[in-house]
């Protein structure tokens, strides 16, 4: 054993705390949900998609919600849409506009992708019910945050 393993844990602010605590959590998450997604037929993207879609919704706002380029959207939507696991219409607030709808095939494998993740969350990160609300609810407010501040560089391209 050496010293660096023995040593008494240091004292961060809990600035520096929080943001190590996210960093890690999002890492491991990321591998986890790597492996997982590898073991389905779809995409990370599609996904995603699918995790977001809880109700009919507008491409450009799934664009803006999924932090993504409409060409994304469009792509995986047609994936999706091929596989039979959602359908296209248009809006009938602006015709000019198309609403993604999961089929209920879509909704079937949604409802399995959040239940799986819940369980995910909860292992990974140690959570009990109590504190997820909790996280969650912190976290819904930092989100809203940074997309009402600008997003960075990185997720506009």
Known sequence: MTDHDSSPPKSYPPEIEAMMGVYALY????????????????????????????????????????????????????????????TRSRDPDDRRAWLLELTPEGRALRAEFVADAGALFHEVSGLDAAQTEEFARLARKIRLTILETGLSEGFKT
Do not use: N
């Not at 809880?54 to 469009?74: C, F, K, N, Q």
């Open 27 to 86: 890492w491991k998450l990321e591998e986890v949900i790597a492996s997982e997604v590898a073991e389905t037929c779809l995409s990370r993207p599609e996904v995603h998609m699918l995790i977001k879609l809880d109700a009919p919704m507008r491409m450009g706002v799934l664009a803006r919600d999924m932090l993504a380029l409409p060409s994304t959207i469009t792509a995986t939507a047609d994936s999706l849409e091929r596989a039979g696991y959602l």
